[in-house]
T-cell receptor, first 112, second 114 residues
């Protein structure tokens, strides 16, 4: 069993839709949860960073962490064609904050 | 821009050859991690260096080795290349503190092994 599971998609939505992306994980020791956006043939770009459980909002993006269910989500409101990319969840901790475990990524396509 | 640079951007090698990939960390960052990202997959942790010492390794064979220099730049060396080594190689720099931290990724080096 992989430490982090993520539906690979692809997920296709119309412009303006609310997008929900999710990951599950098996290691209850994870404390740091990240969402990265990766455009084709580029490096991952940090979108959201959350410590432990709870919600965090930044503009059109909301990250949720439910440690009791080992489940994290990223919501994108008013999705735009420029949001079309692969979204990677990542998590780490507590003993090595910099060793990340990534999901396989969900490919999102926002249609104009 | 993250301030993390990698070179070269693309590389083609043949099976059995050796390759060296380079990474320049963001200013002030003393920790560098290397990841391998196969097509359609998430990045997989190779190893991490902190103050020039290896500080954790993923499930990669010894033919994957690394160096970190006093200026915190870093190299990833892969010997005896195999076809499955074809991937995007990412380095990520960070600081190491007792609280939460995150990493900034470079653009990657795309390696093709023929």
């Amino acid at each position: 069993q992989k430490e982090v599971e993520q539906d690979p998609g692809p997920l296709s939505v119309p412009e303006g839709a609310i997008v929900s992306l999710n990951c599950t994980y098996s290691n209850s020791a994870f404390q740091y949860f990240m969402w990265y956006r990766q455009y084709s043939r580029k490096g991952p770009e940090l979108l959201m960073y959350t410590y432990s459980s709870g919600n965090k909002e930044d503009g059109r993006f909301t990250a949720q962490v439910d440690k009791s269910s080992k489940y994290i989500s990223l919501f994108i409101r008013d999705s735009q064609p420029s949001d079309s990319a692969t979204y990677l969840c990542a998590m780490s901790g507590p003993y090595n904050f910099n060793k990340f475990y990534f999901g396989s990524g969900t490919k999102l396509n926002v249609k104009p | 821009e993250t301030g993390v640079t990698q070179s070269p951007t693309h590389l083609i090698k043949t099976r059995g050859q050796q390759v060296t990939l380079r990474c320049s960390s963001q200013s002030g960052h003393n920790t560098v991690s290397w990841y391998q990202q196969a097509l359609g997959q998430g990045p997989q942790f190779i190893f991490q260096y902190y103050r020039e010492e290896e500080n954790g390794r993923g499930n990669f064979p010894p033919r994957f080795s690394g160096l970190q220099f006093p200026n915190y730049s870093s190299e990833l060396n892969v010997n005896a290349l195999e076809l499955d080594d074809s991937a995007l190689y990412l380095c990520a720099s960070s600081t190491r503190t007792g609280t939460s931290e995150t990493q900034y990724f470079g653009p990657g080096t795309r390696l093709l092994v023929l």
